[in-house]
C-alpha cells in the first residue's frame, strides 16, 4: 500500500522506521495480543518460533507463515482489531510530529504485521507511506496463507526502492531507523543508518546507535541538539543501576548458604518475575514484582516483556552452579561492579564511540574495568583479578548474539578457571 497524499513543506529527505520495536514493542503484536486468541499450547509454539528466528535457525517468511497458520480461520475484523490495544514506544508521537513540522517525508515498512494495521498506524502518524505483509482472506476469515514484497528476502529493499523512486530521491537523501538484521537489504539505499535498540549485527553495521526513547533518533536526522540530556537519562535509571550494583551483596548470603541454595533461590525468583511480566503485559498487575519492575524499568521496556532482569539473574546464578569459590565471587563482582559502572559513566561521561560497537563508549567500558578490577581483588590477586576482568569487559564490548548479563560472568569466570 501507498498513502501518496503530500504532507509537510516539501522537503528532499525521506525516513524509514521498521514498525516493531520501534514504534510499537517488539513481539507485541504477534506474541501477547494474538495469543490472546489462541490456546497456550499455541502461545508456546509461538514463542519457540520466535526463537528459532532470532537465533537464525528460521528464516522469518517460514517463521511468520507457521505463526499465521496457526490464525486460519479467524475473522479478520478480529486479528486487525488487536493492534489498537498497543501503546505507541515512548516519543513516537513527538518523534512523526517534529519530522512532520520539518518537512520530512516518513515512511513505514513492516515485515510482521498485517498492512492494515501498518496503514491504520500510518495514519494516526500522518506517515507518507505504509508497507506490511498481505493476509489471504476468504469469506471474512484468514486462510492462514500469507505473502508481499516486505516477507521475501531482500523484499523490503525493493519496497524502499519503489519509495525513493517515486520521491525521485537517491540515497543520500534516505535515513533509516531499525532494530534487527532482517532491515540489513535497506542499509545500502540510506546515507544514515541508526539502529534503535538493534539486535548484535546492526550494533555493528549501524552509523549511529541508541537504546533510550525514539526521540534520540531525531538529533543525528535533524543535526539539532539532544532533547534529554544525559544527567536527565541518569537519574530516571537510577533504581535500576543501583539494583544492578547492589547485586553485588549478593556475595554475602552466598558465604553462609552456599552456592546451590542462593542460585535455586535466585531462578525460583526469576520464574515468579516471568510470570508477573506475562501477566503485566496483558494488564494484571502482581504485587511487589510489577511495582519493582514499573520503578527500575526503561520507558521502552514498560510495554512489552522486560527480558534483562532474566539474563541478569540467570548469569548469577549459572555462575553460581559452574564455578567454585572464589571464581564464582569474581564473576558476579564483575558482573554487577564492571557491567554496572560502565552503563552509569558512560551516560554520564561518554563521547568516544567503540567503532565496533557504536552502542558503547570508551569512557564507560574503561570506567567498568577499573571498578570490576577492584572489586575482584578482593577475592583473587591483581594479576588473575585484571585477566578476568579483561575477559569480562571484552565480551562486554564486542557485540554478540548472546545477552551480556550472560558472557560477562561466563568469560570472567572461565577466564580464571584456565588460569587458576
Not at 83 to 94: A, D, L, S, V
Amino acid at each position: 500500500m501507498v498513502n501518496g497524499k503530500e504532507t509537510g513543506q516539501d522537503t528532499d529527505s525521506l525516513v524509514v522506521f521498521d514498525v516493531e520495536g520501534i514504534l510499537i514493542p517488539k513481539n507485541r503484536y504477534i506474541l501477547f495480543e494474538i495469543s490472546r486468541k489462541l490456546g497456550f499450547l499455541d502461545f508456546i509454539r509461538i514463542i519457540v518460533l520466535g526463537l528459532l528466528y532470532e537465533t537464525g535457525l528460521l528464516p522469518l517468511e517460514s517463521a511468520l507463515s507457521r505463526i499465521f497458520v496457526m490464525l486460519k480461520g479467524l475473522k479478520v475484523e478480529e486479528v486487525l482489531e488487536l493492534h489498537k490495544r498497543i501503546p505507541f514506544m515512548p516519543g513516537t508521537e513527538e518523534v512523526f510530529r517534529t519530522l512532520k513540522e520539518k518537512g520530512y517525508k516518513t515512511a513505514l515498512i513492516s515485515s510482521g504485521l498485517p498492512t492494515p494495521v501498518v496503514e491504520d498506524l500510518a495514519a494516526t502518524l500522518k506517515a507518507d507511506y505504509a508497507y506490511g505483509l498481505e493476509l489471504e482472506i476468504k469469506d471474512g476469515k484468514l486462510t492462514g496463507a500469507i505473502g508481499g514484497d516486505v516477507l521475501r528476502s531482500g523484499g523490503k529493499a525493493v519496497v524502499l526502492q519503489n519509495i525513493l523512486e517515486k520521491q525521485g530521491l537517491t540515497v543520500k537523501d534516505c535515513v533509516m531507523v531499525a532494530d534487527d538484521r532482517n532491515n540489513l537489504s535497506m542499509f545500502p539505499l540510506c546515507r544514515l543508518r541508526i539502529g534503535y535498540n538493534p539486535d548484535f549485527v546492526l550494533t555493528a553495521k549501524s552509523d549511529f546507535v541508541t537504546r533510550g526513547e525514539l526521540t534520540e533518533v531525531l538529533p543525528p536526522i535533524t543535526e539539532e541538539k539532544p532533547p534529554v540530556s544525559n544527567y536527565k537519562k541518569l537519574r530516571n535509571r537510577g533504581l535500576r543501576e543501583a539494583i544492578h550494583m547492589g547485586s553485588f551483596l549478593l556475595i554475602f548470603p552466598i558465604h553462609f548458604l552456599g552456592n546451590t541454595i542462593v542460585a535455586s533461590l535466585i531462578l525460583a525468583l526469576t520464574v515468579l518475575y516471568i510470570i508477573s511480566e506475562i501477566a503485566r503485559v496483558r494488564g494484571i498487575n502482581i504485587p511487589i514484582f510489577s511495582s519493582i519492575t514499573w520503578r527500575a524499568a526503561k520507558k521502552t521496556e514498560l510495554y512489552e516483556f522486560a527480558t534483562a532482569p532474566i539474563h541478569f539473574a540467570v548469569g548469577i546464578a549459572i555462575s553460581l552452579l559452574i564455578f567454585p569459590v572464589p571464581i564464582g565471587y569474581v564473576a558476579i563482582t564483575i558482573l554487577t561492579l564492571s557491567d554496572g559502572c560502565a552503563h552509569i559513566f558512560g551516560m554520564k561521561y561518554g563521547k568516544t564511540r567503540i567503532p565496533f560497537n557504536k552502542g558503547k563508549n570508551l569512557e564507560g567500558t574503561l570506567s567498568g574495568f577499573l571498578f570490576g578490577f577492584l572489586g575482584a581483588m578482593i577475592f583473587v590477586d591483581p594479576i588473575k583479578a585484571l585477566l578476568a576482568t579483561a575477559a569480562g569487559m571484552l565480551v562486554e564490548a564486542i557485540p554478540n548474539p548472546i545477552n551480556d548479563n550472560l558472557t560477562i560472568p561466563l568469560a570472567s569466570g572461565l577466564a580464571l578457571a584456565l588460569i587458576s
